[in-house]
């Protein structure tokens, strides 16, 4: 081999290392291992790492974990023991509702909040919670309420705002959608997607349609920047099976989708040219490392060259 081609070698080599460490340093997301949670649901000692789960709540260890079993006056709920601190997230989780009786209800609610792990009328929750609740509402408890059930809604709490559980949170919640999540022969899936200061989105797929369908969106939603996850539900005379079946929470780093930029405030930090930033950061890291190789290989050139000549 020539050094020319050695050299030739290295470059092509090195470019490699820098575009494949430079797309992964610009990959959209990263896994949050301590905010999801899949099967076994919970060690030998009946516990898990990152979750904490009470009253009414039971786990079958690979199968699910049961917030409400389908009897009548349950609470339960299931809370991450770590807060949410990535500002841009996406977190998608699976769930079951399925009962025997023709009552059914109430339905479980999702959170993000500074509070948790304390009983309440909010689907098992307490009232006045500072943060996000999206509801999955299965009984409808105001006979004014014209909305088809089951019923999906959302509220950002500011700690004082309460949820009116007779109204289903009318006057308190942002926005909702009709969608049947009840007896589906597969797990509903949900996908929640938070760009700070963008867009807040829900998104539901069940068993009729082929993707996600967009339920809510909320456009510059004010959240608190950090909070745990929680998952709680509760029974009343109308009772349902409430399972949560895996949750898998990921950061968004960098990049965000294209159709982001347009809803996009001046003051706030923009990921893409973050991202852009990032990568002429690399293209610049390899232009330095392409010279200083070159002239490494041209010296040690010379050098051997010195040798040589001296003992020609
Ligand atoms: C447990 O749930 C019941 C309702 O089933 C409720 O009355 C009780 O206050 C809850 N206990 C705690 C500690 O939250
Ligand atoms: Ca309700």
Redesign the pocket.
């Known amino acids: 081999m020539t050094r020319g081609f050695k050299t030739l070698l290295r470059i092509i080599l090195l470019f490699a290392f820098v575009v494949k460490f430079s797309e992964s340093y610009n990959s959209n997301y990263f896994d949050i291992r301590s905010l999801s949670l899949k099967p076994p649901f919970i060690d030998e000692t009946l516990r898990n790492n990152n979750w904490e789960f009470g009253n009414s709540t039971i786990v079958e260890v690979n199968k699910f974990v049961r917030l409400t079993s389908s009897d009548p006056l349950r609470q339960g709920w299931l809370w991450s023991k770590y807060p949410l601190i990535s500002l841009n997230w996406e977190i998608h989780f699976e769930f079951m509702i399925h009962g025997k009786t023709k009552k059914n209800?109430?339905?479980f609610a999702f959170f993000i909040t500074k509070e948790k792990e304390e009983g309440g009328p909010v689907f098992g929750n307490r009232n006045k919670f500072t943060g996000l609740g999206v509801?999955f509402?299965?009984?409808?408890?105001?006979k004014y309420n014209k909305d088809s059930?089951p019923?999906i809604s959302v509220m950002i709490g500011d700690g004082e705002t309460e949820y009116d559980?007779n109204k289903?949170?009318e006057g308190s919640i942002l926005g909702s959608c009709s969608m049947q999540i009840r007896q589906q022969n597969k797990p509903t899936r949900v996908k929640i997607v938070h760009i700070k200061n963008s867009r807040l989105e829900i998104f539901i797929r069940n068993d009729d349609s082929k993707r996600y369908q967009s339920c809510i969106k909320i456009d510059q939603p004010v959240l608190p920047d950090t909070g745990y996850l929680g998952f709680t539900a509760s029974t009343n005379e109308a009772t349902d099976n409430h399972d949560i079946l895996k949750v898998i929470t990921k950061g968004i780093v960098t990049k965000i989708p294209k159709n982001e930029k347009k809803i996009k405030e001046d003051n706030i930090e923009d990921p893409v040219e973050t991202a852009k930033s990032s990568v002429s950061v690399f293209i610049w890291l390899f232009a330095i490392c392409s010279i200083l190789l070159y002239l490494y290989a041209n010296r040690s050139r010379k050098y051997i060259n010195k040798e040589y000549n001296h003992y020609a």
Do not use: E, I, L, P
């Not at 509402?137 to 105001?142: G, I, L, P, R, V």
């Open positions: 209800g109430d339905g509801f509402d299965t009984y409808s408890n105001s059930f019923k559980v289903d949170g």
